[in-house]
């Protein structure tokens, strides 16, 4: 007999469902190399692809289809990282856009202003947020050259289809740069566990394949320089975006990751919920550069276009007679709250909209609430949204 318990649990997600021996059960699956004839290497459990191995298969359109399906395999049912030793034949071109990066970094941190960063220490390292867009500003002849890699857009349609969306931030770990915690990324891995379990089970199943996280080397990358570790296999754990804040789960990690090192010019690319940190700098003279790729599926985005700060303008005053006159229901007012502003933090201007004090920027609907909750008058209300509203602007 199903029971509406049972059905409540098949449906949503706790963290009072995260068993560490359900994950353990998983990574004893292992990487069978048989899978991924184009691999040359499984090293920890970690598919190594050559650029050299596979350059004739990217250039046939039916061995290159035949190769980006193993691609989907391994993010998917298989270790959910590969790496592309090579993927930049021509490491010229990589240190031209390192120049370029850096050049970006000195005036922005001459300029002053606020640091932030996701999962590590605010201003221990060096970012550059929306490096897409400001390179190809500043240096659209080396854009052109740093994007024409087929390594790229080969593993990002095998995942994601066409149509996809490039983003980019570059992150220089300086010596002695401490090692990030342990996470999982966009989208549900920006948020907290009191959020995550406020999605079904079946969105924690989506996330992972609405976007792809991939890393460029642009400096040599031995161990003791700290390239991000792994743990490979655990994207296929369904409760992962609630485990990995556990105790239990964080204390398996540092123990059970792998870590990789990287040669200037190679790339990693892994489902973006596999569990994985930005391991500790321990040199004295390695800045570590990697250009961060995350890409994002074309499906993430609404059918039409709304401009929800000014819906949420034109309802404010309803809203305040509904809260404070008619006395209506809390739940009635953010239901019409979650109708008429934006409920998603991203996509923003990280420069100026910074996730300092948590994993995302405040919403439009929570400026919304927090106005009903303070009493703003309507003036300020638009004042405010305003001001939130060229924060994320790109430039």
Not at 32 to 48: E, H, K, M, Q
Not at 77 to 106: C, K, N, R
Request: one cysteine or more; charged letters at 20%.
């Amino acid at each position: 007999m199903v029971t509406e318990r049972h059905v409540s649990q098949q449906v949503w997600l706790t963290e009072a469902d995260c068993s560490l021996d359900d994950l353990l059960a998983i990574e004893r699956t292992g990487t069978d190399p048989d899978r991924y004839p184009n691999a040359t290497n499984v090293v920890d459990g970690v598919l190594i692809y050559s650029r050299s191995g596979i350059a004739s298969a990217m250039g046939d359109p039916v061995r290159r289809r035949a190769l980006q399906a193993e691609l989907a395999s391994a993010l998917g049912e298989g270790p959910g990282i590969v790496v592309f030793a090579g993927a930049f034949e021509d490491t010229g071109v990589v240190d031209a856009v390192s120049d370029a990066f850096l050049s970006m970094i000195s005036e922005e941190r001459n300029a002053g202003g606020p640091v932030g960063d996701h999962f590590g220490k605010p201003g221990s390292n060096d970012r550059i947020w929306n490096a897409l867009e400001k390179l190809a500003v500043r240096a659209p002849d080396l854009f052109v050259r740093y994007y024409a890699n087929d390594v790229i857009a080969l593993i990002s349609q095998a995942w994601l289809g066409p149509g996809y969306q490039m983003t980019s931030q570059v992150n220089v770990v300086n010596p002695g740069g401490a090692a990030q915690e342990v996470h999982r990324d966009y989208h549900l891995g920006f948020q907290s566990n009191d959020v995550a379990e406020q999605f079904p089970a079946h969105t924690h199943a989506l996330s992972p394949v609405l976007t792809l996280q991939g890393a460029v080397a642009h400096t040599d990358m031995p161990v003791e320089s700290g390239p991000t570790l792994y743990l490979p296999h655990s994207q296929k754990y369904l409760p992962g975006y609630l485990a990995w804040r556990l105790p239990e789960f964080r204390a398996h990690f540092a123990q059970a990751h792998v870590q990789l090192p990287l040669a200037k010019g190679d790339a990693v690319f892994f489902n973006p919920a596999l569990f994985h940190a930005a391991g500790t700098n321990r040199t004295t003279t390695v800045r570590r550069m990697a250009n961060l790729l995350q890409v994002s599926s074309a499906f993430g985005r609404a059918m039409e276009a709304i401009d929800r700060a000014r819906v949420s303008a034109a309802i404010y005053d309803d809203l305040v007679k509904a809260q404070v006159t008619e006395g209506w229901d809390p739940r009635e007012i953010d239901n019409v709250v979650a109708a008429g502003a934006e409920g998603y933090a991203f996509p923003t201007n990280l420069d100026r909209d910074q996730p300092i004090g948590g994993l995302a920027p405040q919403t439009q609907a929570d400026l919304v609430r927090q106005a009903l909750a303070e009493g703003w008058d309507h003036a300020l209300l638009v004042d405010r949204l305003g001001e939130q509203i060229e924060r994320t602007r790109s430039a």
